[in-house]
């Protein structure tokens, strides 16, 4: 069965795996201190125009925002996210775990703004409250959204108004940046956050996630916090090789695949679209929640493979459709034909 | 430079990246609910002969380390070790971090014995005192060093009698169970232990560790904790397919691998004795402290490279050589040959 | 100037210290193992016709809450509470801190309802997101309310249904359980929760709450982890001394105490209807939160001490006034007269 | 039973309750803000000539110790102690429950040696090791022994040299100050550390230590950490009024009381001295240590209360006495005379 499910459902892009074997046998330091780390930094300094910063190859998505909020958080501070936020709805709690509570604000639509912010910074005066240091948001967001230029630069103010850290959750950032409505560049999302990561595992990585300290203040000793939260690798040199491939200038790959998600995730909001249905959130990146029938999506179920989002109305539900670097046309060729087919009976 | 540093300086096994190429485009199942983990775990199941074990893959060790530990004691208890115990000198405090004191007692040979545990017993009367409750080992231990079976029942024993969950770190648990010394079988230590994981990422994995949890007790929801860790690969695959090239049942290459790197250190250890050189601990399996003079030493550095170990007296240290899956009969050869020709000069 | 501003501004109840000189020079067992804490446990057993609970005494309310819900939930496990829950607002992340998560839902009375549990429930499925294992309630409320007895079977049940752990907040018990319209006895509440606590900071002790484990299986190792929060005082039988004096079964004090300054509230509450204001939550115990002009509150801040609660539209706002079992009659008076005096000019 | 277990057996000097009952029925501001806690902070900064440090009152040592260490130390850092330090052996892992941990010196009479911090120093090197960050010292140290003024210099030298913080447990601070050998100033201490607490408990208070934070750059958002570990009295005036007593400057009772304390352990020490007895430590503050046969420890204990120290031998084991502001002239007599009557008998 064909599956819309997620971006990491398929290994990596065989560019990737051909790196990782032409280099296999090679005799590497341990614990990230190799040449394909060393080069894969080289090659995001580069690209993002700042030598300045200090770049940690981490293996996973709940990994690193777990470091990063545990590392630069005092033990009585907390972060400021949306409610869909990836760190308060599908960690397990893993924040907490690590001692800080997440502040939550209601977003229809996945992404902070100023007025939440400032929101959350009024409710909390005072030493019997938590205190609100760090601002943690996601692009694209939880909901396949992304933030313009404009909304990322008022977001800095007023983190910066109340010193705040400002920390941008980049697991799907290829996407962000690469689908049509964009605006932000990765050197304005570089200018403008203290710290950030580029996501590899939804992107065409086995494994790992970039993350890029840019605030001078909190690089000190971050690799003792890495090996402490067990999330050193050994062999770290295999998410170097990767990254090393997905930045190599020339090609700049790690963009490649992304446009390609988008692409595939635009023809199907386009069928959709044309079938008459309404969508959950607005349709921006490579992640689609159409608001179908029920009767439709139990027709869907026998074919394709997706997640159930939410229950919209008593017959109603939006589902997430995720497509990837390795989504084929072949693929989406035939979920559109399934709603061309199917649609209308179902609709009526 | 040839290395000796460690065991995990190359990537994974040719055969291993072999099923990671042919698997790399089948979309499969994310977080380690895929085919192939379940292919590993029937695999590992048979050759353990245990059915009602729960395995689950994890990235690296310190990960495997700090979740069984936290998982399973509550928050006053601790966990009783070798003061050489990897779990207290080189995870950045990853334990103490999620809680919980490590309490350590003094070994020559980095093993425990039931007289350490319940001397450390002894000295924990009460609530003013954190409760022992947990046993760690590790086999082979970090000075290279195995458990019989006698030593390992005998531990069990005494854990059993004061209710003491024993867990096995067997991050080099191949090395263990194929040195020459060795009269201890995988399926003792899962009859014998209560948890314990074998390791991947030193033994041919590119990363990841099998953790197998045998007793009933310890099972429930133990994929949320993995979760909250950090520990849950969205490509889980990646780690099945590798324990599922090792575990292969007629070829059983994890042990293969294991042979060989035994049989390189072996090679090492004749010759490093005929130059009539001490070692630091016992040598037994991959991992020999050989002690030398520091001039001897100086000169090695300029052509191998290895890790220092420790002070011995004014002019010797010892050092650290490991051989691995990935060692040649040439790299072996070329150390040797260093050892035939210049151990005697410096020696004098 | 008066201060209604809560309800531990003065010292203890004179009986409680009387107990306190007189047994000053006792040479008493440390860590609240002494005579005066088993006598008070003793009493509070008679009092509740329970023999099969376990009592500890605790410093503080916080702490109180800490403990229970860091040694009762596993790592992954989280609390469900109102968000006007104490636990979430005013312990500056006291709970998030141990490691757990407060998932909150809004109420707007203060009160956690079957409902509410029920869809907190609905919101958790699986191993990415925490596990909800404890209802966390206080009675009085933040805001003053209580639970019925209907209500309080009610949540009960949901509890059981779902496994959940039923934990009571009595920082305020004394002043629910002696309100008019109240229909619980302490016997009902130790007969549904799976652990409470008799607040006596609140209620004219120094310092010091009695917790009250009522599930057996909650009981082991309690004292451990009291001593591990640095909740256990070497001077244990101060607290024990004050239990002691206020559940004395001839008196019942406690009782007493609580009655006076529900007595108290009730007077300012109908002087302030008289003067037709309303009230942001319902009068129902010792807090009221009388909904006022700010003009007047200015007016009222220049001869009263009292805390700001809540905006209320443009020109209006919540306040809260606290009496205690040290109110006098005659502070009361005194603000009773203030309403008759200024109230109308103020509303005009 | 005459009982010389601890130096918190009875309540509080009779001076101190006196300004609690008077001062019982005043409305004072909750949380510690009140005009006892401020006049207690008043005459602590006045008797250290210190003006810049910031002083908090909190309810217990273990308490204090855990405040201290998890509010100074980033997660990856530890600090480093005598084995025999309380924070080691006696909080029940309170310490490591903040996820630090404790690196500890073996340590003859319960003091730390700048050598032994440098050793600890010396085996912690680089990424993969806790860094250490802080220095526990206390005076007296648990065997009763304390600090020179040369030694303390010492220690605080290599502590700049290294860049650790300087932490000394003054549980017993007040006994330390008024022994004969004593050549160290409060207004020393307050110079030469980073933080230190003057405690209360065991030294005529009911409970409360004073936290005395000296090093400018540790003082920011304190109070938050209190509230957040629960160790924030609402009645915070209960601390503060009995430090107002203690500190009062024409008399200095603080003092006065452990002179008592050192004066009635000494004339036990001459006692048991002249009965040929040795001591397991020296013979310093209100806490001995005495090698006593079994049947005279058996005999003792018939008699008198006082705790088990160690096994010394075969037939032999030290036993702790210890004396406080409460110790009388007549009980010191009793224990003497027992020791007069039965010691030649039970030696021979």
Not at 293 to 306: D, G, R, V, Y
Request: aromatic share 10%; charged share 25%.
């Amino acid at each position: 069965m064909i599956s819309f499910t997620n971006d990491y459902s398929e290994g990596a892009h065989p560019k990737v795996l051909e790196l990782l074997v032409a280099s296999n046998l090679e005799q590497n330091k341990g614990y990230g201190e190799d040449i394909h780390c060393d080069k894969a930094k080289e090659y995001i300094k580069q690209h993002i125009k700042r030598e300045d910063v200090d770049i940690h190859f981490i293996p996973g998505g709940t990994q690193t925002n777990l470091l990063v909020i545990s590392s630069f958080l005092r033990p009585h501070q907390c972060v400021i996210a949306a409610d869909t936020g990836h760190i308060n709805v599908h960690e397990t709690g893993a924040i907490e775990a690590t001692g800080h509570k997440v502040v939550t604000m209601v977003s229809p639509d996945g992404k902070l703004t100023p007025q939440m912010i400032q929101k959350a910074l009024e409710g909390h005066d005072g030493e019997h409250m938590v205190q609100p240091k760090m601002v943690y948001i996601s692009d694209t967001t939880e909901l396949g959204t992304i933030y313009t230029k404009q909304e990322l630069e008022d977001i800095q103010k007023v983190c910066q108004e109340n010193k705040l850290l400002l920390f941008l959750d980049g697991a799907r950032l290829a996407s962000a940046l690469t689908c049509k409505s964009n605006d932000l560049s990765i050197e304005d999302i570089a200018r403008l956050v203290d710290v950030f990561y580029i996501g590899g595992t939804k992107n065409g990585a086995l494994l790992g996630e970039a993350l890029v300290i840019c605030n001078e203040d909190l690089k000190e000793d971050f690799r003792f916090l890495i090996k402490q939260r067990g999330a050193m690798l050994a062999k770290g040199f295999v998410i170097g090789v990767q990254f090393e491939t997905l930045f190599q200038p020339e090609e700049l790959l790690y963009y490649e695949l992304a446009k390609h998600a988008n692409q595939m995730a635009e023809q199907l909001a386009d069928a959709i679209t044309a079938c008459e249905f309404d969508f959950y959130a607005p349709v921006v990146s490579n992640q689609l929640f159409p608001v179908l029938p029920n009767s439709f999506i139990a027709e869907l179920e026998k074919n394709f493979l997706f997640n159930w989002q939410a229950k919209v109305g008593e017959d109603k539900s939006a589902i997430r459709f995720v497509t990837s670097w390795a989504t084929t046309q072949e693929q989406v060729d035939k979920l559109v034909e399934f709603f061309k087919a199917y649609a209308k009976t179902y609709r009526a």
